[in-house]
């Protein structure tokens, strides 16, 4: 390669680092906003999740309280 061919394929090699720096940069705060809303729906259906436990462990106890006064009823007969 000539000196001049070097120089050229140099400075197409810089244009493109300069392109892709100016899309990273372009492109990070879309990455970041689709992030934090991921998150937002990640945070709710965890939150949705723990809910339907709680509701599950309030049926089983409620299941085993009926099942402790139906046992103290037969006794009483």
Known sequence: MTD????RLFNILMTERRQL???NIKYQE????LNEKHLIQWQSLQSQKAKE???E???SDTAKADADTA???LDTL
Request: glycine share 0%; net charge negative; charged share 50%.
């Open 30 to 33: 879309e990455i970041k906003n």
């Open 4 to 7: 001049e061919q070097i120089d």
């Open 53 to 55: 436990k709680i509701k």
């Open 71 to 73: 046992l103290s009823q």
């Open 21 to 23: 720096e100016e899309l």
């Open 57 to 59: 462990a309030e049926k």
